[in-house]
């Protein structure tokens, strides 16, 4: 049986368009409503707010109709939505206002598919996704893997991330002058606070290289951008950044981590405890005595812990000697445990000096 997506679409050329001006279809939403499958968040005071949900289906046979499909202005509103307004709901826990806007943007995402939506539009929808999984990777970094699973957050993390660089490529490619001015189009958003998603190429590039900085595929892809992308002060910091990180010179890794922004320090917190770990043992070769010892204020201004305290938690934790407030560097006592000493997140609105938390999704 072929599919409704070969139906509608003869040639790979073609796409289907969506005819569905709503968040969620109206097929959805009776069998929804039927079942009582309406989700806590899709209540707003005594009224519903429902936004289609992710749904798997093989070869797309049932989903690549046009009425279950919504147009590129509707997946721009339904964002916008997502994000500024459902992730600022503080009457359920951020767990659930996780899983229910990492459903609906799935949804989003395969609305995108299936319709084929050109290059600019996708660029538009992917940039604020890209925001969301990296600052709710930091965000819920301290709960049990029952409640937020980082390793499947980064997965969605990459694949938005290759799919909008993807394609920027694709459109420097091609000789469209009016593509590429529409590449830099700001998403408005239509509330009270005149807040509005943007599109920022840069920061997706630096959260790219920070976002794996263990591996050197973005370093490459840094040197083939163009030498105006280059020059951007973000961007070279993210290289910078990575760079000191291969070479080994966490100290000075640590020190350019206060040039960040929220998001583009979001992407770093990941690896602290990992640079942590390597800082350490490199610090237990480098001060090895068995007399002198370091202020472990020091090692905390030196490794960016919140205080001395967990400076000292954290060398003990790796066989180190915490004689008072300081610490004993030895070698031979270094231990590579096998999991890492997890530092907590500090509050990013404060650190920041943060607005509104949806400020996240809207800062340029």
């Not at 929804?32 to 289609?52: F, M, N, P, Y």
Request: glycine share 2%; charged share 25%.
């Amino acid at each position: 049986m072929s599919s409704y997506f070969d139906y509608y679409c003869k040639r790979k050329s073609d796409t289907i368009a969506g005819t569905c001006y709503s968040m969620c279809p109206e097929e959805e939403i009776k069998l929804r409503e039927t079942s009582k499958l309406i989700h806590v968040l899709e209540v707003v005071g005594s009224k519903r707010q429902l936004v289609k949900s992710y749904c798997r289906s093989a070869a797309d046979l049932h989903i690549a109709v046009p009425k279950l499909l919504r147009p590129y202005s509707v997946l721009t509103h339904t964002v916008e939505y997502l994000l500024v307004k459902v992730t600022q709901r503080d009457d359920v826990p951020q767990p659930v206002v996780y899983d229910f806007v990492n459903d609906r943007l799935r949804a989003v995402r395969q609305d995108m598919t299936i319709q084929r939506l050109p290059y600019d539009e996708c660029v538009n929808l992917l940039e604020p996704m890209v925001r969301f999984y990296v600052y709710y990777g930091y965000l819920l970094n301290d709960l049990l893997l029952k409640d937020f699973d980082p390793h499947l957050n980064k997965k969605y993390l990459l694949e938005c991330t290759k799919w909008f660089l993807s394609c920027c490529d694709s459109i420097t490619e091609r000789p469209d002058s009016e593509l590429i001015d529409r590449l830099s189009r700001f998403l408005h958003v239509s509330n009270n606070n005149d807040r509005r998603l943007v599109c920022d190429k840069v920061l997706i590039e630096c959260l790219y290289i920070l976002c794996n900085l263990d591996n050197i595929h973005p370093l490459y892809r840094y040197i083939k951008l163009s030498k105006e992308m280059k020059s951007n002060s973000k961007l070279q910091l993210a290289y910078k950044i990575a760079i000191s990180n291969m070479e080994g010179n966490y100290i000075k890794v640590f020190r350019l981590l206060d040039q960040l922004c929220p998001l583009t320090y979001c992407a770093v917190f990941a690896y602290l405890p990992t640079l942590q770990r390597r800082c350490l043992q490199v610090l237990s070769h480098g001060y090895h005595n068995k007399r002198l010892t370091v202020p472990s204020d020091v090692i905390a201004r030196w490794l960016r812990f919140p205080d001395r305290q967990e400076a000292k938690t954290t060398c003990q934790y790796y066989g180190l000697t915490v004689d008072g407030d300081a610490v004993r560097f030895d070698k031979t006592q270094f231990k590579m445990n096998d999991r890492l000493h997890q530092v907590k997140t500090e509050d990013l609105i404060t650190k920041f000096n943060i607005n509104n938390p949806s400020d996240i999704y809207t800062y340029t």
